[in-house]
């Protein structure tokens, strides 16, 4: 079937611009996972839902990072007011949400603040 | 103290060598143990899970899980210049509650 799919692929805005990053993951996956990655680091845990609700969101940097997710499926994250060091490549993953499920991820959507 | 800890590298190895990859975590609660690949502009791709004490092998590569040590790590085997490209270490560290952090990732190139 489909993989996890990410939209857009990339990405650039001008510095405080409101922008939308959207994930559709893999059917039958209840968990769905946003990561931030930046050039040669390891992917940073922002937030994840199990269903519609967010089972952990400590990894939002701060209020001006929110995610939904209204339906259980496709999520939605929103940055608004970006900043430059918004920048980075941010990852969806989904999993099967039981037990020790691996995360399959998203081709990511490249983000430039300008 | 980070989560989960790699040493960033570059790991070079000769083609046909063994490469040895390393992972601490901090939290004795980590259940679930993962390692991904992630070559250079995509995204990572699993390649091993593991989840109790000891070795778990799949091909060329093992991976080994050492909980009283805190310790995770994976060996290929028969190194490929196709291997070369970053290892992501992930732990579930809420104990099963699927919060699932990464290391920052080794850098492996093998030397044809």
């Known amino acids: ?79 608004q007011r970006t900043e430059r060091g918004d920048s980075a490549v941010y990852l969806c993953a989904s999993s099967l949400g039981q037990g020790a499920s691996p995360l399959h991820f998203g081709n990511g959507t490249r983000l430039t603040v300008t | 103290q980070k989560e989960v800890e790699q040493n960033s590298g570059p790991l070079s190895v000769p083609e046909g060598a063994i490469a040895s990859l390393n992972c601490t975590y901090s939290d004795r609660v980590s259940q679930s143990f993962f390692w991904y690949r992630q070559y250079s502009g995509k995204s990572p791709e699993l390649i091993m899970s593991i989840y109790s004490n000891g070795d778990k092998e799949d091909g060329r590569f093992t991976a080994q899980l050492n909980k009283a040590s805190q310790y995770v790590s994976l060996l290929i085997r028969d190194s490929q210049p196709s291997d070369s490209a970053t290892y992501l270490c992930a732990v579930d560290i809420s104990g099963g509650y699927q919060k699932v952090t990464f290391g920052t990732g080794t850098k492996l190139q093998v030397i044809p």
């Open chain 1, 1 to 79: 079937g489909a993989g996890v799919s990410q939209t857009p692929s990339n990405k650039v805005t001008e510095k405080g611009k409101y922008v939308e990053l959207r994930c559709d993951p893999i059917s039958g996956h209840t968990a769905l996972y946003w990561y931030r990655q930046s050039l040669g680091q390891g992917p940073e845990f922002l937030i994840y839902f199990q269903g519609t609700g967010a089972a952990d969101d400590s990894g939002l940097p701060n209020d001006r990072f929110f995610a939904v997710r209204p339906e259980g499926s496709v999520s939605t994250l929103k940055i």
